[in-house]
Each structure stands twice: as C-alpha cells, then as structure tokens.
C-alpha cells in the first residue's frame, strides 16, 4: 500500500490524486476511469471526478491502493 501526503492541505481531488499519485497519466484518463466505476474510496465504488479525498481515506484502482495522510 502506498501513501500520498497532503502537505498542509486540508484535502485533494479524487482525479488529482490518481494522477498525482501516478496511477494515471492525466487528468482526462483519471476522470474516464472514475466515470467508468473503477475507482474506491474506502471499499466503496466513486463516480465523482472531485470528490474530496482526506487524510486516512484509501482510494483503490486496477489492485493499488493509496493512503492519504
């Protein structure tokens, strides 16, 4: 499981994260896979390209999962 850092922020989108993290390689395929249902937060399939993802959510996609802290 890998972990992504907020760095002072409060929280990051769902697309941001995906690409940031390095699971997509941009924003346009991070929201055409959380449009597609792909994509977990916490166990639970997200279909909101900018839901807001905090400290000690998992986001899941295609068997990685990241912890954001």
Request: with cysteine.
């Amino acid at each position: 499981m890998d972990e992504f850092s907020l760095e002072g922020q409060e929280w990051v989108e769902l697309k941001n994260l995906l690409k940031l993290v390095g699971l997509c390689e941009t924003g346009g395929e991070a929201k055409i896979v959380i449009s597609e249902g792909l994509v977990k937060v916490d166990g639970a399939v997200e279909l909101r390209k900018r839901c807001k993802i905090r400290s000690d959510q998992v986001v899941e996609y295609e068997g990685h999962k990241v912890t954001v802290r």
